[in-house]
């Protein structure tokens, strides 16, 4: 089976920086494009950035220049680093593949559970 699981969100100052981190299982990694979505409370989920197998990189306008989205094959780990955070940033992160490889279920798209990340102003 599957997993994708985040860590590294929190409480952090307006300017401030994050790094969460999102560590894969069950399947295989380095084949995947990876992509880091946001939602804010009373908003529609957004993709924020996305990585695919080879490294390229694509991010969202309101974020380009502040997030960086970057891999760890050999620990099946993806990352986002935020650095000068806004209050709009506030959001719950979630770490997603369209199609993540495994054995027993074949290409599948996984979503992790999330991870809260709140800026203040």
């Known amino acids: 089976q599957v997993q994708l699981v985040e860590s590294g969100g929190g409480l952090v100052q307006a300017g401030g920086s994050l790094r969460l981190s999102c560590a894969a299982s069950?399947?295989?990694?380095?084949?995947?494009?990876m992509d880091w979505y946001r939602q804010a409370l009373g908003k529609q989920r957004e993709l924020v950035a996305t990585i695919t197998s080879s490294s390229s990189t694509k991010y969202l306008d309101s974020v380009e220049g502040r997030f960086t989205i970057a891999r760890d094959n050999a620990k099946d780990t993806v990352y986002l680093q935020m650095d000068s955070l806004k209050p709009e940033d506030t959001a719950v992160y979630y770490c997603?593949?369209?199609?993540?490889?495994?054995?027993?279920?074949?290409?599948?798209?996984?979503w992790g559970q999330g991870t809260l990340v709140t800026v203040s102003s």
């Open positions: 997603h593949s369209p199609s993540f490889w495994s054995a027993r279920g074949g290409y599948r798209e996984v």
């Open positions: 069950g399947g295989i990694f380095r084949i995947a494009a």
